[in-house]
C-alpha cells in the first residue's frame, strides 16, 4: 500500500524554484520523510531526510507541516540537470531500512 | 570515493534463458539491495542483505531468483529460468549498517538493463 501521494508530473522554469507536494497523511511518529530523485538512465540519487524539523542541504530543502501530514521539497533554483522523477518515501529507517519507491514526480525543467 | 559498481550494465537474452548480475558495494557499507525496475515504475525491492545474511527477501520470486553475498562483501543475483516480464533495470544498492544513524540513504549504482526476448 502506498504510504505517500504525489503528483504525476510537473514543470517549472529554468531559474524558479520547484516546490514538489509530497502527501503521507497516514505517517507514524517513528517514520522519516526521504526524497530521492532518478535521473534518466541513472540510479535513484539521496536527496535530504527529515523527521519532524524543516531541513536544508547543499541541494533542496525540504518543509515538514508541524502535523506531519504533508511535505514540500524545494530545490531554489531549478536548472535543466534537476529534470529527473522525484520520489517521497516514508520509513522507519531506525532498525533495517527498505525504503519503498513509489511511481514519484516527473519534473521537467525547461528554458 | 568508489561508488556502487554493477555489471553488466546491458544484457539482452531470450527467454528460458539464465543471467547473472553482479555488484561491488561502497566500501564498509554492510547493508546491500537489490531492485527491480519496470519501465515508468519505481524501484521495487527484491533482496535485502546484512553482511552475508539476508534480511528480507519476500518480495524475491524464489522459483527463479537467487542472490548471495557469500563473503558479506559484492553479489551476485541470478535469473532462472528468465521470463518475459523480468525485462527491467536491476538496482544495487548499499548503506551503512542497520544502527547507524542514516541508514536511509543509500547509494544505488547505475543498474543493469536486461532485455529478455
Known amino acids: 500500500d502506498a504510504k505517500t501521494t504525489q503528483p504525476t508530473s510537473m514543470d517549472c522554469a529554468e531559474g524558479r524554484a520547484a516546490n514538489l507536494p509530497c502527501n503521507h497523511s497516514?505517517?507514524?511518529?517513528?517514520?522519516?520523510v526521504y526524497w530521492y530523485r532518478q535521473i534518466h538512465s541513472q540510479g535513484p540519487q539521496y536527496i535530504i531526510h527529515?523527521?519532524?524539523n524543516n531541513e536544508t542541504n547543499e541541494m533542496a530543502s525540504l518543509i515538514i507541516t508541524e502535523d506531519r501530514k504533508s511535505s514540500t521539497l524545494i530545490l531554489p533554483h531549478a536548472t535543466l540537470r534537476d529534470t529527473a522523477v522525484y520520489y517521497c518515501?516514508?520509513?522507519?529507517?531506525?532498525?533495517?531500512?527498505?525504503?519503498?519507491f513509489g511511481t514519484g514526480t516527473r519534473l521537467q525543467v525547461t528554458l | 570515493e568508489a561508488g556502487v559498481a554493477q555489471s553488466p550494465r546491458y544484457k539482452i537474452i531470450e527467454k528460458r534463458q539464465s543471467v547473472a548480475f553482479w555488484c561491488n558495494p561502497i566500501s564498509g557499507h554492510a547493508t546491500l539491495y537489490w531492485y527491480q525496475q519496470i519501465l515508468g515504475q519505481g524501484p521495487k525491492l527484491l533482496i535485502q542483505?546484512?553482511?552475508?545474511?539476508?534480511?528480507?527477501d519476500s518480495q524475491l520470486p524464489k522459483d527463479r531468483f537467487s542472490a548471495e553475498r557469500l563473503k558479506g562483501v559484492d553479489s551476485t543475483l541470478k535469473i532462472q529460468p528468465a521470463k518475459l516480464e523480468d525485462s527491467a533495470v536491476y538496482l544495487c544498492?548499499?548503506?551503512?549498517?542497520?544502527?547507524?544513524?542514516?541508514?536511509?540513504?543509500?547509494?544505488f549504482g547505475e543498474g543493469s538493463r536486461l532485455t529478455v526476448l
Open positions: 518515501i516514508v520509513e522507519n529507517t531506525g532498525t533495517a531500512s527498505k525504503l519503498t
Open positions: 527529515g523527521l519532524k
Open positions: 544498492a548499499s548503506t551503512h549498517p542497520i544502527g547507524h544513524p542514516n541508514t536511509g540513504e543509500l547509494f
Open positions: 497516514t505517517i507514524s511518529g517513528n517514520e522519516y
Open positions: 542483505f546484512q553482511n552475508n545474511g539476508v534480511v528480507d
